[in-house]
């Protein structure tokens, strides 16, 4: 977050005070001390979750750490790191950023991230955070990117350059949460492309790519398969919030 920025924040959260982006209580801190107690006893971290796509694993699957799906058809990205379940306590908060254009959301959420994801995920190593992008048409029409507006706000290591520019997107007029699983692997294929302003920069890279949903995984698939084809060593996702089954 810019410096300017850091400061009018301060300064707002003393004179003003903030509602809890999940129960609504008029308090100092975005997220309430009862509800951020909640929220850390049910995120996604306290249990057993594959290593790579994120969804929690059945009994015999903890032994390898991966879900059978992934030790099947391995994605292509490499890790997953979730904060909570899509039909937690975030939902709401997200729903507002994203419909109603209630960016102080955005600032609660990326709050809640930094307070229960950040100390696990301060020594990741990667080059590059990048959003999931928005085509230029949804830009326009929503008038921010709201995986941009949480991933701008996120702590990580000072050496991550984040970046809303490399990835982009072509428009689909299609609503992809509509969609099956199996229909949303097959519209999202080409999908993203690379600013080629920024092509050399991705060799040997890896790359950290951060979106506030993740259902089918059928868009971070074709992220990390995009990247890795123009020199990316290695994706990492990190997802706000996740469908714990994906869709059939």
Known sequence: MHPIENIFQTIFSHLLPSACIVCGAFQQHTLCIDCSLLLESEQLL???CCQQCGLTLVVDELKEKRCRACSTNPPDFDETHCLDRYDGRLQSALHQLKYQR????????????????????????ANYLLPVPLSSEKLCARGFNQSWELARRIDCDK??????HILRRHHHVQHQAQENRANRQIAIQGM?????????????ASVIVFDDVMTSGATLNEIARVLKDNGVSRVINWVLLRTLYPSS
């Open 102 to 125: 209630r960016l102080a959301c955005g600032h609660g959420l990326a709050s809640a991230w930094n307070q229960m994801m950040s100390g696990s995920l301060m020594n990741s190593q």
């Open 46 to 48: 306290n249990y057993e």
């Open 192 to 204: 993203f492309y690379i600013n080629p302003q920024y092509q050399d920069c991705l060799e040997s």
């Open 159 to 164: 050496h991550i350059h984040k970046n809303p």
